[in-house]
Nanobody, 124 residues
Framework: QVQLVESGGGLVQAGGSLRLSCASS????????MGWFRQAPGKEREFVAA????????YYADSVKGRFTISRDNAKNTGYLQMNSLKPEDTAVYYC?????????????????WGQGTQVTVSS
C-alpha cells in the first residue's frame, strides 16, 4: 500500500507562488510515476502535471505550461509542484497521485493511489 500526503497549499494573491509537496510512504517511491491533479468546486478533476519514475519525462496541461514545474526527489520519497504566476482560475483542491504503470498517463483512471488533497486559493 502507498500513502501520499500533500502539503504546501494555502491562500496567495494572483501572481504569487506556492510549492506543493507530496510525501510518500509504503511502497518504494522510485518505482512509480507521479501526477498532480486538481478539482475546483462543481468541476471534474483535471490533470495538471505528471512525471515518470526516473524524472526523465514530464507532462503538463496547457493551462499551466510555463508556470508550473513538477519534480521529484526519490531519495526523500517526495514529489513537488512549483506553481508560479498563479491565477484565480488555479484555485482548487490539488491532489497528488501515484501510478504503477510503466507509461505515464494524464488521466485519473491511470493512477492507483491518491492523497487527501490540499487547498490552493488564489485571490485577485
Amino acid at each position: 500500500q502507498v500513502q501520499l500526503v500533500e502539503s504546501g497549499g494555502g491562500l496567495v494573491q494572483a501572481g504569487g507562488s506556492l510549492r506543493l509537496s507530496c510525501a510518500s510512504s509504503g511502497r518504494t517511491f522510485r518505482s512509480y510515476g507521479m501526477g498532480w491533479f486538481r478539482q475546483a468546486p462543481g468541476k471534474e478533476r483535471e490533470f495538471v502535471a505528471a512525471i515518470g519514475w526516473s524524472a526523465g519525462r514530464t507532462y503538463y496541461a496547457d493551462s499551466v505550461k510555463g508556470r508550473f514545474t513538477i519534480s521529484r526527489d526519490n531519495a526523500k520519497n517526495t514529489g513537488y509542484l512549483q506553481m508560479n504566476s498563479l491565477k484565480p482560475e488555479d484555485t482548487a483542491v490539488y491532489y497528488c497521485a501515484a501510478s504503477v504503470r510503466v507509461v505515464v498517463t494524464t488521466t485519473p483512471q491511470g493512477y492507483d493511489y491518491w492523497g487527501q488533497g490540499t487547498q490552493v486559493t488564489v485571490s485577485s
